[in-house]
């Protein structure tokens, strides 16, 4: 679309819906009697031993002393969207499935044993990542190794339990598409990723029916070898007996078959578009806009962090306070910038009336706009600060989500140094780098539109942004 197009049509909605000013910024109100900020607390950096076993293994280790318990997080490169389209969801019931026994050990085995050690087991995948976390007493660190190993090396995938899997899944797809961001969800993500394996993210009931036991094998044994995996181990003991128990369990594990193929980077380029996923009768509109973003680890990442909490990605953001507060259009809009090792993603959403689905637009646009012409005000770019390095510190308080952390910090190609770089590379953003965030990757010209919703009712309105196109997922 135009320039000269989107300023007529941002004109004239304005006008048409009533939508209040969309003119120049009003300065948050400051609230009286509340004290001032107290000092920053600075993140107490963890010391990590950083070793590598003689079969390929990284360790990344830990010694944290207070609270007598262990996290265990054993990481392997590939999840989802190594996929074959033709099994698309494989990734899925593969995490569902290889806790539910091994070669020496039945399922419930694995959970009595893990429940006498005060301890459980997750399992779980990603785009780009397949992990197995355990945490639980640190006197039972020795016990608690023995079943990760076995688990990561000897998974069996009973019949019974991969039928069990399956089932669980199709129940889980019937649910999920009675929710308009089921098919609102693939229609955006193939409009912003094309034919990058990053564009899945429904598996259909045909393809997962015909998932086989010998498909689940197959990618275990390919994903599940040491030289492609992580092992991140934070908790009360030493790092030099971590090692030893490591080293016991999983120094004998080894790579027996040849690593799957990695995908490539996916494009960054904006694939604008207004698309209309038709919802007959429904009396909201699901409103999802963005664009493709680039891959974790980039140079951008604290600024965008930054420019992303002041546009949309807190509660007291710009679009909170104008759709929400002021206009009363929705109830919890949000913004998020998602980085993953090959990729990633600007996502703007909000759920809103059939008569506001075009005066939403008008005021996300100018919100974005905003941040990309004008300066933030100092209190909002320390605020939105403040905010992330909070966030940042509360997120990795404890052994499991410190564990998880560095887990998704070698899978997107970062080290443990980078802990170290993330308050000071927040403290350090200025006004002119938010702004500058904002005409690069946050020019409303630059968005994806996608939308579910009743096209009886809001396709007019739509066409005044230009060409509406009807789509199925």
Same mark, same amino acid.
């Given at each position: 679309?135009?320039?000269? /197009? ?17 003119g ?35 360790l ?54 893990? =429940?006498a ?46 039928? $069990? ?5 199709? =129940? ?5 598409? !009675? ?54 181990m ?19 594990? !080894? ?13 960054t380029t ?13 009396v ?6 963005? /664009? ?31 759709? /929400? ?35 939403? $637009? ?18 909002? $770019? ?27 910090y ?17 403290e ?16 409303? /010209? ?5 939308? !579910? ?21």
């Amino acid at each position: 679309m135009s320039v000269i /197009r989107l300023t007529t049509t941002l004109l004239t909605l304005i006008l048409f819906f009533g939508a209040g000013s969309a003119g120049a910024a009003e300065k948050p109100p400051s609230i009286k009697g509340l004290p001032a900020y107290g000092p920053d607390k600075p993140l107490v950096l963890p010391q990590v031993v950083e070793k590598q076993l003689p079969n390929g293994l990284t360790l990344w280790l830990i010694e944290r002393r207070g609270l007598p318990l262990v996290s265990i997080h054993l990481a392997v490169k590939g999840g989802s969207a190594l996929d074959p389209r033709d099994r698309f969801g494989l990734s899925e019931i593969l995490s569902n499935t290889i806790s539910a026994g091994t070669q020496k050990r039945s399922s419930r085995q694995i959970a009595e044993e893990l =429940q006498a050690l005060g301890a459980d087991i997750d399992v779980g995948v990603g785009k780009d990542i397949t992990y197995i976390g355990i945490d639980g007493l640190a006197s039972g660190a020795d016990k608690l190794l023995e079943i990760l190993a076995d688990t990561a090396s000897n998974a069996s995938f009973p019949e019974d339990e991969v039928k $069990l899997a399956i089932e669980n899944e199709l =129940q889980n797809i019937i649910a999920s598409k !009675s929710q308009p961001s089921y098919d609102l969800n693939q229609v955006f993500y193939r409009q912003l990723f094309g034919d990058h394996p990053y564009a899945l993210v429904n598996p259909k009931p045909e393809v997962i029916s015909r998932i086989s036991r010998d498909d689940l094998v197959k990618a275990y044994r390919q994903r599940f070898q040491p030289k492609q995996a992580i092992l991140v181990m934070v908790g009360d003991l030493s790092t030099g007996k971590m090692e030893e128990l490591v080293t016991k369990h999983l120094g004998g594990w !080894s790579n027996t078959e040849k690593a799957p193929a990695g995908i490539p980077t996916a494009a960054t380029t904006p694939r604008p578009g207004l698309l209309l996923v038709d919802r007959p009768h429904s009396v909201q509109s699901t409103i999802y806009m963005g /664009r493709p973003m680039p891959p974790a680890n980039n140079s951008d990442e604290f600024a965008l962090d930054v420019a992303n909490t002041i546009f949309g990605g807190a509660f007291g953001s710009r679009l909170t306070m104008n759709i /929400r507060e002021k206009k009363g259009y929705t109830y919890s809009p949000h913004a998020s910038v998602t980085s993953w090792a090959k990729g990633g993603m600007f996502k703007v959403s909000a759920s809103v009336r059939n008569e506001v689905t075009a005066a939403t $637009l008008v005021e996300t646009f100018y919100e974005l706009d905003r941040l990309a012409t004008t300066l933030p005000e100092d209190e909002e $770019l320390s605020r939105a600060q403040r905010y992330l390095k909070g966030r940042f510190l509360l997120a990795n308080e404890t052994s499991a989500s410190l564990a998880s952390t560095l887990t998704g910090y070698w899978i997107d190609g970062k080290t443990p140094a980078d802990l170290a770089r993330y308050v000071p590379g927040i403290e350090a953003i200025s006004k002119k780098d938010v702004q500058a965030m904002g005409r690069k990757y946050l020019s409303s /010209r630059k968005q994806a539109v996608a939308i !579910s919703g009743d096209a009886k009712a809001i396709k007019d309105q739509l066409s005044l942004f230009g060409e509406v196109r009807i789509v199925k997922p």
